[in-house]
């Protein structure tokens, strides 16, 4: 046996180092295969969309910023005045639409790696202008990404662009608040009854009612603090009908700031979120109430104030 392994010591070798090579290259493939399946290394996972497929798809429609809940995953052109622009501590630039920005249908953002294409940020306030690009969705807030001054530009006051978008809405004068969620409105001399569309607030004592439910009250003053003989845009929900069957309207309540005072009552615990039919805003909604339940507020305090 020892005579066999000296005569045959370089071929034996040869093939133990074959082996060794060749099972080098396969542990090297399987740990490529491994590094290229892992789910959370987004720059090798093959569904996330390159810049060049997203070029390639051009916006379609021409909207208002309070539309852009509806047109979610779709591309557009957003027009809307911008109410402010904040950058964080980070860098990030966000532009609002809203003085609230958490009760704002949609807003813009350009993360810190892109600011620096943005050197003037500031100048699109007070401006109205026209985003251009993917509508997505954040903590229920629509949204678009810009990456590219390209995507925005101010709309010069002429512009018929404008005018296309949509036309500045009727302002109305609220003359009394009976509850929470339901309010009387002097319009063109008339005076309706409009239900706030997407929220549920809890009923205070009537001839129906003789006792007030838990926090009812409380939500009914906080109405009367924002909208008793304030002026309102009355804005219907294209997913609902024009009045409820008690006749009433149904509409989004709009400050003249921009507020949306259905999604105010949501925000600060004077409101639930509506889930028994669908509206315009009901993720956006819905985020807001979990947001005031983990807060403690209003409703969800234990407590009335």
């Not at 021409?62 to 979610?72: G, L, M, Q, R, S």
């Not at 804005?235 to 999604?263: C, H, Q, W």
Request: proline content about 6%.
């Amino acid at each position: 046996m020892k005579d066999f392994f000296e005569k045959n010591k370089i071929s034996i070798a040869v093939i133990i180092a074959g082996f060794i090579i060749a099972g080098s290259i396969w542990l090297s493939n399987r740990s490529a295969t491994i590094r290229q399946q892992r789910p959370g290394d987004r720059e090798l996972t093959t569904q996330q969309p390159s810049k060049t497929e997203e070029q390639v798809q051009q916006p379609a429609i021409h909207i208002n910023y309070t539309e852009a809940p509806e047109h979610v995953g779709e591309y557009a052109f957003v027009a809307g005045r911008v109410d402010h622009v904040y950058t964080s501590k980070k860098g990030t630039i966000f532009i609002n639409f809203c003085p609230d920005y958490k009760t704002c249908p949609f807003g813009a953002v350009i993360f810190g790696s892109n600011a620096y294409k943005f050197p003037k940020p500031n100048q699109y306030e007070g401006k109205t202008v026209e985003i251009t690009g993917l509508i997505k969705t954040y903590q229920g807030l629509a949204e678009i990404i810009l990456d590219d001054p390209g995507q925005i530009k101010i709309l010069p006051l002429e512009s018929s662009l404008i005018k296309d978008v949509k036309e500045t809405p009727a302002i109305y004068r609220v003359v009394t608040v009976i509850d929470g969620d339901t309010i009387r409105v002097d319009i063109g001399g008339t005076v309706e009854t409009v239900r706030l569309i997407g929220i549920d607030t809890p009923e205070i004592a009537n001839p129906n009612n003789s006792q007030s439910d838990y926090y009812g009250p409380e939500a009914a003053q906080y109405v009367r603090q924002i909208l008793e003989k304030q002026s309102v845009y009355l804005i219907p929900d294209p997913m609902n009908s024009n009045r409820d069957k008690y006749g009433r309207l149904l509409r989004y309540v709009f400050l003249e700031n921009g507020t949306l005072v259905n999604a105010k009552l949501v925000e600060n615990g004077f409101a639930f979120n509506y889930i028994y039919e669908p509206f315009q805003f009901m993720k956006q909604f819905d985020y807001l109430e979990k947001q005031a339940k983990e807060k403690r507020l209003g409703l969800w305090s234990g407590e009335t104030k």
